[in-house]
């Protein structure tokens, strides 16, 4: 189900309307291990379906009624029977405290509690992960109850009940490092978002120990099926605009620019609350793209001029203004950023453009505008590939550094040989092994690089903190820096090692680092530091996939023989470094980082 | 509530389609009527009739008749 309407969206079905509702055929199916301190089995059907509309078919099995310590330590455990594909931690405050749940205890001693609570969570969670072998949603806590008691000093007093609830969410973001297989499944959001008294039934909660209402069994379903999609689902990453009756109200061609609905006051102000969200996911690491049958004079003007406009043109990582067919246009931009089609969002408010590019390329995620502007940012609590787990601060960067590449792609055009061009570009690499600090950005890029990346295994965050620590793996990995700033982390390799023997898997790099002879320097780098350890021989391996056509004959022209039995879809490769040419390119410098 | 309707919302809250019920009809006389569905059975009636019922009726529902007659009133 690729094109997203808000007529009939299940995000938006009650109850029996949701049961009823039919799901598009799942396109992975799942298992997921729950720890509860609360009744979840209502929810469950919920659950299957919102899973279902995501595209996954999910199992979910339950842990013991309230016993979450136990199934995470007892000798005997559910959570050995994986493989396991999530778990879910779900606890409750009034199980864990008392003096949090809204009796205005003394501040001291809130803050106290909620620092030995959101440890002992932490703790379980990743303890939960490691027994699980898999990564762990551990959901923050909501106030034990509607606040019925001293409702106004709950929120304005320091020990008042919503600040022990803070205190002790905010504990827990602290007791997180961030990087690890925990992520926090935000119920405290569902809860502002919709209200306690909407979302919690008092008369439940005492006779099931179900806490929540019919509408709160939803809202929690949602949440949690959108929570796993994030992590279940490939992310997408860009998002490509229509501007008329998209960007902005009107059509600017007939309308001209000062005729445009944009604006403080309805229906203008709609259109501009939409450019201020779709600036936050730029923030978050999405790029934004414009596809418009538009003449692109137009649509720079009010890029530039119309007072109201949020997006400039510089927050567009291309742009297609012109009357070709959308559907060309798109496959131009997925060129242009390297980007596979299956990871755009194309946002539009034609029934046929919608459809058109729905029949061309089912992969992309196609989001329809409603008709009635003040809707429009509804349909962003629809879409799963919106969510991030982790933000990190590579997702931050990623959109400066888009931007930059177009600046370089613009300079390649003005030198005659390109090795000028490489040297104009200032190239440092830090190239590093075993680099603990950057775990977090090394699994990221092992679940996210399609194209340059030779073998596509999809190592998770504990697979790869387990070759950091092993004795007989390397882990290599580089950044970049040039002349338009720094690319980060882009390059991962790991190397098992036996005897005199290495074998590499895992060998990938970011597409922002393409073309620059960076990979093979990379290669180059790995093999000089396999001798210096006495390695003599090396073997390689290509597994080809849809998108990897770019690494084809990349160990062949780094001079690595092609073994007997490859063929198109897997080749073996094997070099004696003796016989490997290990000479660096001038024009990147190396710095070195030895562990 | 006519029987029908009841009928219509036990099929979708038990996910049984099949399930036909009838004025005899109890909590146990039904394989998918449990405690536990009986908590969303109860959610869904409020939902349907616009109504919410106390503690005590919650737990007095078990069977058709029961749901019924209160409804009815």
Known sequence: MSLVQLENNPWFLAGRELLASKTPAPQRKVRIAVLRAYTVESCLPFLRKMMGHCGIEAEFVLGGFNQIFQDVHAQFSFLDQGPWDAVLQLGMLAQESELLSGFLGEQALVDEEAKSIATRWVALGEAAAKRADAPVFLSNFIPAAPLNVAEVLQGGSPAGAVQAVSSLNRALLDALDGTGNVHVLDLMSMCLSHGMRTVFDDRMFHLYRSPFSLNGQLVFSRRVARALATRLLEPRKCIVLDCDNTLWGGIVGEDGLNGILLGDDHPGVHYRNFQKTLLTLRNQGFLLSINTKNNENDVFAVLESHPSQVLKKEHFSAVRANWEDKVLNIRSISEELSLGLNSFIFIDDSDFECEKMTQAHPEIMVMQVPDSPDRILELFGTLVGLDRVILTSEDQARNRQYTQNQERSRSAGSFERIEDFYASLNMFMDFQVDSTKDRARLAQMCGKTNQFNLTTLRHSQADIDRFLESPSHLVYSFSLTDRFGDNGIVGLAIAGIQDTRADLGTFLMSCRVIQRTAERNFLRLILRHLADRGIKTVTARRIATEKNGLTKDFYDTCGFERLPGSDDTSSEYRIRIADADLDLDAWIQIRRNKS | ?73
């Open chain 2, 1 to 73: 509530m006519k029987l029908e309707e009841l009928q219509d919302l036990m099929r979708s809250v038990f996910q049984n389609n099949s399930l036909a019920i009838n004025e005899n009809t109890t909590i146990d006389s039904v394989a998918e009527w449990d405690s536990l569905s009986h908590l969303n059975l109860v959610l869904e009636l409020e939902q349907v009739t616009g109504s919410r019922f106390t503690t005590e009726q919650i737990q007095t529902f078990t069977s058709v008749q029961a749901i019924l007659d209160h409804i009815k009133k």
